[in-house]
């Protein structure tokens, strides 16, 4: 199984910060890398999906980055509604896997 | 407006089985793979078994093959997955996914609102 290995797992910043989060697989996954945010007692919510493609009804201050193995997600300009857990998924083969979080706090 | 909605889970004990539901609509549930992701309350998500549009094929984590089994009625749009030889270690928040395409790896836009297991004596 291709493991996915998230940094930092845990991250305080301030509104109006800009983070970023990366997300490291044991093997090239090409572009088949995706990053959901979760809130505390929902279901995940798809932001990205192939790297970098926003999903519909997402704020153009998230962007994701990267090839291969390395990738990244950035918001640009944090807002008090994007304080959540974040999640990258490699969709290259089965099963699919997760990193394993980042939270994400006010500081 | 696509809607999954996961109904099924419960308190059973050790060795026990239980059926998961999601219903779904608004969108055409058969050309969609599904699949069942869970989370231990405070921990991250796990794949744990996925099928294509069709139903053809179907595909299980290591942690659940042998007791698990992922199907799907594309008449009555609804999705299942029949828990067997249930284990402590297999309590969870379940939620049924929907995948992008018909086939089994893509990602996952839309969830379930998510149905709790609880394994324990």
């Not at chain 1, 995706?34 to 798809?46: E, F, I, T, V």
């Not at chain 2, 999601?22 to 309350?41: D, E, K, L, N, Y």
């Not at chain 2, 969870?92 to 998510?114: L, P, T």
């Amino acid at each position: 199984d291709i493991q996915m290995t998230q940094s930092p797992s845990s991250l305080s910043a301030s509104v109006g910060d800009r983070v970023t989060i990366t997300c490291r697989a044991s093997q090239s996954i090409n572009n088949h890398l995706n990053w959901y945010q979760q809130k505390p007692g929902k279901a995940p919510k798809l932001l990205i999906h192939a790297v970098s493609s926003l999903q519909s009804g997402v704020p153009s201050t998230f962007s994701g980055s990267g090839s291969g193995t390395d990738f990244t997600l950035t918001i640009s300009s944090l807002q008090p509604e994007d304080f959540a857990t974040y999640y990258c998924q490699q969709s290259y083969n089965t099963p699919p896997t997760f990193g394993q979080g980042t939270k994400l706090e006010i500081k | 407006e696509v809607q999954l909605v996961d109904s099924g889970g419960g308190l059973v004990q050790p060795g026990g089985s239980l059926r998961l539901s999601c219903a779904a609509s608004g969108f055409t549930f058969s050309t969609h793979a599904m699949s069942w992701v869970r989370q231990v309350p405070g921990k991250g998500l796990e794949w744990v078994s996925g099928l294509t549009g069709s139903g053809d094929a179907t595909y299980y984590a290591d942690s659940v093959r042998g007791r698990f089994t992922i199907s799907r009625d594309n008449s009555r749009n609804t999705l299942f997955l029949q828990m067997n030889s249930l284990r402590v270690e297999d309590t969870a928040v379940y939620y049924c996914a929907k995948g992008e395409n018909e086939y089994s790896a893509s990602w996952y836009d839309y969830w379930g609102q998510g149905t709790l297991v609880t394994v324990s004596s």
